[in-house]
């Protein structure tokens, strides 16, 4: 049984820490969402949950609701799709199984990729793990920030649009499950899956009313209406769609910290939408503000 007070807005509900490829600790980062006036934040860092316990201890010291989550890599065909996932179990054996097969193959590209740009740039693993924490999972982000570390760029922003664009020759894909089984494996382990910013440029599939039909067949609760990478037209198709499938509608900021220009509170969930969520979410308990 949940106690607590109940979770208040504003409320951020997809953020990245240095467990994954933000550049703030869980700790920080949830001092940064109190400093920002947001009362619930979401800690959804790729594929893991690692930094669960170090931002439940920082929410219960500042006053925040922490929803703990997750962005889970899963795939529609050759598209990626991120998949947030809240509330679910974090200890369930064929979600952990998933998301550590998902590391692995994460942490295998970044190694070939970093092989590849060898060859033409001065730059080492060692490069890209200095840019890491331990456990961290380890990415292209990591790579843009050796990238910049060494020179070659002056901003992680700038790496993408150039050296780790897939038009350089760098790029190579990795495994994700398919997003229907990522959303069945959210399902299983008591979570609320959202599909995250499912409207941005070459995103039309997730727009596509019998697609979209099909993933609330096999589960889906959501998607992430405000978020700076969804356009205009976009976010107007996914709020009619939503309210067509009954689907809850997020708003959030995608905070990277000095990673990207995402700003905490930016884009917010309402207070309906974070109830839903949590009255859907049995896998785990939000962590509420000590009373009195």
């Known amino acids: 049984m949940r106690t607590g007070s109940p979770a208040g807005v504003p409320a951020d509900l997809h953020t990245h820490s240095v467990v994954s490829d933000g550049t703030e600790s869980p700790d920080r980062l949830v001092e940064s969402a109190a400093a920002a006036g947001l009362a619930t934040v979401a800690l959804t860092d790729h594929d893991s949950t690692a930094g669960w316990a170090e931002a439940a201890a920082a929410a219960q010291r500042t006053g925040l609701t922490l929803i703990p989550g997750m962005e889970l890599s899963t795939a ?3 598209a990626s ?14 979600l ?10 994460r942490l295998h590209r970044a ?23 331990p456990g961290a999972t380890v990415g292209r982000p990591h790579i843009a920030d050796a990238l910049v570390a060494r020179g070659f ?38 979570g ?10 070459g995103r039309s599939r997730m727009t596509d009313e019998r697609r979209l039909g099909a993933l609330v067949d096999r589960g889906l609760a959501g ?20 309210q067509r499938f009954g689907l809850i509608m997020t708003g959030s900021s995608d905070y990277h ?3 990207k220009p995402n700003r905490l509170g930016e884009n917010t969930t309402s207070a309906a939408a974070l109830a839903e969520i949590i009255v859907q979410g049995t896998g785990s308990s939000p962590v509420f503000p000590p009373l009195g």
């Open 111 to 133: 190694e070939t990729i970093v092989h590849r740009l060898g060859k033409d740039y001065a730059l080492s693993w060692e490069d890209v793990l200095a840019q890491t924490t």
């Open 223 to 242: 998607v992430e209406v405000d978020h700076r990478e969804n356009t205009p037209s976009g976010r107007l198709r996914l709020i009619e769609l939503a």
């Open 257 to 259: 910290g000095e990673g």
């Open 153 to 190: 760029v002056p901003t992680r922003s700038d790496a993408f649009a150039s050296i780790l664009h897939p038009r350089a020759g760098y790029y190579i894909p990795h495994y994700a499950p398919p997003i229907e089984q990522g959303i069945e494996l959210v399902r299983a382990a008591g």
């Open 81 to 94: 799709v991120h998949l947030l996932a809240y509330l679910f179990d974090p200890a369930d054996p064929d």
């Open 96 to 105: 952990v199984a998933e998301t550590s097969r998902i590391r692995d193959a």
């Open 76 to 78: 529609d065909g050759p």
């Open 192 to 201: 609320v899956p959202v599909i995250a910013h499912p409207a941005t440029h």
